[in-house]
Structures are given as C-alpha cells and as structure tokens.
Nanobody
Framework: VQLVEAGGGLAQAGGSLRLSCAASGFPFSSYHMGWFRQAPGKEREFVAAISWSSGGTTYYRDDVKGRFTISRDNAKNTVYLQMNSLKPEDTAIYLC??????????????????WGQGTQVTVAS
C-alpha cells in the first residue's frame, strides 16, 4: 500500500496550491479518502474528507470551508485538495489517508487505515 502526496511548497497569503495524493496497492474506489495536517508542535488535525462513492460526499473543518475543495479521480487512483485564499495558519505538513468504505469515522477524521508521508505547505504572510 502506498499513498504519495505531492504539490506542496511555498505560497503567499491569499495564494493557492493544489495537493494530490496518488494511491496504489489497494482498491482505491472502495475507500473514503481524507486530508489531514500537522503543524510544528501541534497535534494532527482533520482537514477534509470525501466518500468512496461516485457521488463524493464531502466534509471539511470549519476554518477551511469555502477555501479548500477535496475531490477524487477514481480512474487515476488520486485524491486532490485545492487550497485557495491560503493563510499563514494553514502552514503544516499535509497528509492523505484512506479508510475502507464500511468505516464509520471517516467524516470526522477517525478510523483511517492507510497514511501517506505528507507534503509540506508553507504560507508566507
């Protein structure tokens, strides 16, 4: 199983970045997918999630609603996080994760089975 994040980097406040997470080694279309972040000295926190089904029900933490958009392409085994109107407080390592479709905690950041290594996002003021 592999989850490989890409797309991180340095952005100015108000700017945008698009993260991607390429999955392999498991049936991607049967898994809910989530994005998490961890800032230095802080606990990991849930950012967004998208359901396994083709309809793609999505959930977001309150402070990214309207700014971040999670999406998935099951044909490419990839999940994305479009981040707009970035703020310095968005600076963190961003990780993607996968939870099997029968899991009940995915929309609140719990119960994820597989994790990527993360990609650094730095937002300068």
């Amino acid at each position: 199983v592999q989850l490989v994040e890409a797309g991180g980097g340095l952005a100015q406040a108000g700017g945008s970045l698009r993260l991607s997470c390429a999955a392999s080694g498991f049936p991607f279309s049967s898994y809910h997918m989530g994005w998490f972040r961890q800032a230095p000295g802080k606990e990991r926190e849930f950012v967004a999630a998208i359901s396994w089904s083709s309809g793609g029900t999505t959930y977001y933490r309150d402070d990214v609603k309207g700014r971040f958009t999670i999406s998935r392409d099951n044909a490419k085994n990839t999940v994305y996080l479009q981040m707009n109107s970035l703020k310095p407080e968005d600076t963190a390592i961003y990780l993607c994760a996968a939870e099997y479709r029968s899991g009940g905690g995915w929309s609140t950041g719990r119960g994820y089975d597989y994790w990527g290594q993360g990609t650094q996002v730095t937002v300068a003021s």
